[in-house]
T-cell receptor
């Protein structure tokens, strides 16, 4: 079955870059997603990447995909305290479902 | 658009009682999903619908759980009878045309269920 793995915690200083890593198992996943969850809220889509791309940039966010190693990363430039949240990566091996990782809790230290 | 709307936001009930969670998806979205989030198990897919028809309910824990989608703008998740181990945050999400084609899930704010 699908298994998406992430480290549980990450702490960075305000202004530094954050890199959140994810590994997934299903090479047939056509799209890979990053979601953000703030306390008491649902998951908010941050960005996603098509599997034939290596990189996608969207303002402060950069997604890197290594399809050979099934490794996905999310880089947040100039991390702010408002970026403190839980970040989930998700793969979509089938047409209509997402499998989520355990989430990485990002703490930004002022 | 108001986004995916879930009610109630919080539900506290006693073991053995029936619980009904409600969801209104984004208008025009053809797919609706119910997820459960716990510390121990993370996010688990319970069931999803396409055009109001249940497609995959393999994640529903047991017969105590049931879900319906009587029309395109409303779905319910029912637990009867509820047990303390059902305590979790339940999320509803909808998508336009399937995540495998780059149509992302849009989540509601969830219902936090506590069964005592």
């Amino acid at each position: 079955g699908e298994d998406v793995e992430q480290s549980l915690f990450l702490s960075v200083r305000e202004g530094d870059s954050s890199v959140i890593n994810c590994t997934y198992t299903d090479s047939s996943s056509t799209y890979l997603y990053w979601y953000k969850q703030e306390p008491g809220a649902g998951l908010q889509l941050l960005t996603y990447i098509f599997s034939n791309m290596d990189m996608k940039q969207d303002q402060r966010l950069t997604v890197l995909l290594n399809k050979k190693d099934k490794h996905l990363s999310l880089r947040i430039a100039d991390t702010q305290t408002g970026d403190s949240a839980i970040y989930f990566c998700a793969e979509s091996p089938g047409a209509n479902n997402l499998f989520f990782g355990t989430g990485t809790r990002l703490t930004v230290i002022p | 658009d108001a986004g995916v709307i879930q009610s109630p936001r919080h539900e506290v009930t006693e073991m053995g009682q029936e619980v009904t969670l409600r969801c209104k998806p984004i208008s025009g979205h053809d797919y609706l999903f119910w997820y459960r989030q716990t510390m121990m198990r993370g996010l688990e897919l319970l069931i999803y619908f396409n055009n109001n028809v249940p497609i995959d309910d393999s994640g529903m824990p047991e017969d105590r759980f049931s879900a319906k989608m009587p029309n395109a703008s409303f779905s319910t998740l029912k637990i009867q009878p509820s047990e303390p181990r059902d305590s979790a945050v339940y999320f509803c999400a909808s998508t336009l045309s399937g995540t495998g084609v780059g149509s992302p899930l849009h989540f509601g704010n969830g219902t936090r269920l506590t069964v005592t």
